[in-house]
C-alpha cells in the first residue's frame, strides 16, 4: 500500500478562506474490495466518500455523525457514506455492480452511473434533539458539482469542490482524493480572481495523487500566493463500527410481532451489514430471549 490516507484543514491568515485536502486512495480501494464494485462503481463510491470524509472532518464534536446520500435516476442507486469527525468513514451503493462504458474521452460515466435527476441530502447529527438535515437537487451526478450546488444553495457558502478516482487496469484502486475550498465572509474580488485563476490552472486531482503528491503539495499548488496555514491533520481510514450489540437494537427496534415471524417462520435471523458485509446469526433461542429483554 502506499503512503497513508490523510486530510489537511488550512486557512488564510485573515479567516476567509478555508480549504480541505484528502488522499483516500487507500480507504476507497478497502470500500472498492469490500462491495466488489464494478469500476464506474468504485469511481462513484470513493468520489462520495472522499467528500464524505472532509464533510465530517468539518463538524465540531467527536460524537457527531455525518451521513450523506445522493440519490439518482441512474443504475447506480442511491449512494450512502457515514463519516464521523476522527476520520473514520464508511458507505455502500445500492448496486455495485452497475456499470456504463467509459465516455467518448475515456473518462467513466459517473454521471450517468448516478443519473442527473435526484437528491443530495446531508443528515449531521449532533447529538440533539433532531438532526439537521440540508437538501439539494442533483445537477451532474458526477457529484463534485452536486455538493458545490449543495454549499451554494443549502448552505449559502460559496464553495469549489473536487474529487477524483483513478481506477487501474486490474480494476483496483490506483489513486483518490479531493479538496473542498470555501470562501468566507470579506474575501476580495482579488483573491476570488486569483483562485479561480489557480484552480484553472490544476491538473486532474486523480492526477496530483497519482504522482505521489502529498496534500500539502496540492496546497501549494491551490494557495501557493496566499498567506496559508495548516491547522488541522488528520488521518482517514474506511472501518465499519456495526457490533453485535447494534444489530441487536435494530431487531429489538422491529418489535414483537416482527421477532415472532422471525422464529415460526425462519427459526431464527440473520442480519447483513450493508456497510462491510459482515453476517450475524441469531437463532431461534437469541430471539426468543430479545422477546423477554423487550
Same mark, same amino acid.
Given at each position: 500500500?502506499n503512503?497513508?490516507d490523510y486530510?489537511?484543514?488550512a486557512?488564510?491568515?485573515?479567516g @476567509?478562506?478555508? /480549504?480541505?485536502i ?5 480507504? &476507497?480501494e478497502k470500500a472498492r474490495?469490500?462491495?466488489n464494485?464494478?469500476p464506474t %462503481? $468504485?469511481?462513484?463510491? +470513493? ?6 470524509? *472532509? ?7 467527536? !460524537?457527531d /455523525?455525518?451521513?450523506? @446520500?445522493i440519490? +439518482?435516476?441512474?443504475?447506480?442507486g442511491?449512494i ?6 476522527? +476520520?473514520r468513514?464508511k458507505g455502500?451503493i ?10 467518448g ?5 459517473v454521471?450517468?452511473l =448516478?443519473?442527473?435527476?435526484?437528491s443530495?441530502?446531508?443528515?449531521m ?8 438535515v440540508? !437538501?439539494?437537487?442533483?445537477? $451532474?451526478? #458526477?457529484?463534485?458539482e ?10 449559502q457558502?460559496?464553495?469549489a469542490v473536487n474529487?477524483?478516482?483513478? /481506477?487501474?487496469k486490474?480494476?483496483s =484502486?490506483k489513486?483518490?482524493?479531493?479538496f473542498i475550498? !470555501?470562501l468566507l465572509?470579506g474575501?476580495?474580488d482579488?483573491d476570488i480572481d ?5 484552480? %484553472?490552472?490544476l491538473?486532474?486531482?486523480s $492526477?496530483? *495523487?497519482d ?13 501557493g ?6 491547522i488541522?491533520r488528520?488521518d482517514?481510514e ?5 457490533? @453485535?450489540?447494534r444489530m441487536?437494537?435494530?431487531?429489538r427496534?422491529l418489535?414483537?410481532? #416482527?421477532i @415472532?415471524?422471525?422464529?415460526e417462520?425462519d427459526?431464527g435471523?440473520?442480519? &447483513?451489514?450493508?456497510?462491510c458485509?459482515s453476517?450475524?446469526?441469531?437463532n431461534?433461542e437469541?430471539l426468543e430471549n430479545l422477546? /423477554?429483554?423487550?
Open positions: 500500500m503512503m497513508r486530510l489537511i484543514k486557512m488564510d491568515e485573515e @476567509r478562506i478555508r /480549504v480541505y484528502a488522499k483516500s486512495t487507500n480507504l &476507497v474490495q469490500t462491495h464494485t464494478s %462503481a $468504485t469511481a462513484a463510491l +470513493g468520489r462520495t466518500l472522499t467528500a464524505g470524509a *472532509i464533510m465530517g472532518a468539518m463538524m465540531k464534536n467527536e !460524537q /455523525v455525518l451521513t450523506l @446520500r440519490a +439518482g435516476n441512474g443504475p447506480a442511491n450512502y457514506v457515514v463519516a464521523r469527525q476522527n +476520520g468513514i455502500y445500492d448496486n455495485p455492480a452497475a456499470d456504463l462504458p467509459s465516455k474521452n475515456g473518462k467513466l460515466d454521471g450517468g =448516478v443519473g442527473e435527476n435526484g443530495l441530502t446531508i443528515i447529527d449532533l447529538g440533539l434533539k433532531e438532526p439537521y440540508g !437538501q439539494s437537487n442533483l445537477v $451532474t451526478g #458526477e457529484i463534485a452536486d455538493l458545490a450546488n449543495y454549499y451554494a444553495f443549502s448552505e457558502v460559496p464553495s474529487l477524483g478516482v483513478l /481506477v487501474d486490474d480494476i =484502486v489513486a483518490a482524493g479531493g475550498l !470555501q465572509p474575501v476580495s482579488e486569483k483562485i479561480e485563476e489557480n484552480l %484553472a490552472k491538473e486532474p486531482m $492526477t496530483m *495523487i504522482k505521489k503528491m502529498s496534500p500539502e503539495e496540492i496546497l501549494d499548488r491551490i494557495l500566493n496566499f498567506n496559508i496555514k495548516i488541522d488528520l482517514l474506511y472501518i465499519c463500527d456495526c457490533s @453485535r450489540e441487536e437494537k435494530i431487531l427496534s418489535g414483537e410481532g #416482527e @415472532r415471524d422471525m422464529i417462520e427459526g435471523a440473520e442480519i &447483513v451489514c450493508h456497510f458485509n453476517k450475524y446469526k441469531f431461534k437469541e422477546l /423477554v429483554d423487550n
